[in-house]
């Protein structure tokens, strides 16, 4: 295990001393991944700036989309699933009627799904591919900004950060300016993958467009930090997602990290190898169901969005 005093700051805790965990990224390609040994918190050594980070989703929305403009049926039916999903989930800790905004909306199903549930929803999306899509076929109200461009009117209630957390270059400076987006006693809602329950084998996890790996409790660390205090957490701490509505509150007057969270993900990120995690126990059979799933998926999309956009017309 290499130890190295950085030059660079965490963006959680300010420390500069960092544990690398990893050399490559899961298709093997050269990407150092750190631990900061202040806080847990692990990322990218160096962390990409604003400016990388856009010009890798330039990139590589290129190349996923060859120009595409209208998302595949199966793309569609898994962001409306994923939305109802997570309405169902929300629906219960908010007032019916509550106003929603979500950063990152992608297609904007999830937007469009509070929408139809009665809510007044938006949201915004910087990459640009299918927002006519969007506006057009879905109508669903999501504009083609960044956050930082937006005015902090602290006037939202209900804030969705779906999967987004974990490729700001600061997600600190998110949380900040999220949090003057909102209205006092606003909610925060946010959703990101687990580097403390590993859903890939350790040679799989690390990924450039994934700048912050978070467990539930750097995740919760980071949110107090920035003036937000946890309404409820979802999913247990071993959950390969982590799911947690916060609220905002007042910026705390200090902010001390816990330094053997350094010591927990450490272990966390090694508990499997390739050997145990491909012989957990249903480890098979839910790779096999999970292979009927897709299949069975490509022939339900087409019909399923074609009942979407006749809703929508
Ligand atoms: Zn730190």
């Avoid at 329950?197 to 920035?226: Q, V």
Wanted: proline letters at 5%; hydrophobic letters at 35%.
């Amino acid at each position: 295990m290499n130890s190295s005093e950085s030059l660079q700051l965490c963006d959680l805790c300010g420390g500069s001393k960092f544990s690398i965990i990893s050399h490559s990224d899961r298709h093997n390609r050269p990407l150092t991944t750190g631990v900061c040994e202040g806080c847990g918190l692990v990322s990218h050594l160096p962390v990409p700036g604003e400016d990388e980070v856009a010009a890798y989703y330039a990139e590589d929305y290129r190349k996923d989309y060859h120009g595409e403009s209208v998302p595949s049926p199966r793309r569609i039916m898994r962001a409306w699933n994923n939305g109802a999903r997570i309405l169902n989930q929300l629906s219960p800790h908010i007032p019916a009627g509550t106003d929603i905004f979500e950063v990152g909306a992608g297609i904007g199903c999830t937007v469009k799904n509070f929408e139809v549930a009665g809510h007044q929803a938006s949201g915004i999306e910087p990459n640009a591919g299918f927002n006519s899509y969007t506006r057009d076929t879905l109508h669903a109200d999501v504009e083609n900004t960044n956050l930082y461009d937006l005015e902090p009117g602290g006037d939202k209630s209900l804030l969705l950060l779906i999967h987004v957390i974990e490729h700001f270059s600061s997600p600190t400076r998110a949380l900040t300016q999220i949090r003057g987006l909102l209205r006092n006693d606003g909610l925060l809602y946010i959703e990101c993958p687990n580097i403390g329950a590993p859903f890939a084998t350790f040679g799989r996890l690390f990924h450039f467009a994934h700048i912050y790996n978070f467990t539930p409790a750097t995740l919760i660390a980071l949110a107090k930090k920035c003036g937000y205090e946890v309404v409820k957490q979802f999913k247990a701490d071993d959950h390969p997602d982590i799911e947690i509505l916060f609220r905002k509150v007042d910026i705390p007057e200090s902010f001390s990290a816990d330094p053997q969270e350094a010591g927990r993900t450490r272990a966390a990120i090694h508990r499997y190898n390739w050997l145990s995690y491909n012989l957990r126990p249903n480890y098979l059979s839910r790779r096999l169901c999970k292979i009927s799933r897709y299949a069975s998926e490509y022939v339900k999309a087409n019909a399923f969005v074609r009942e979407l956009e006749a809703r929508f017309k």
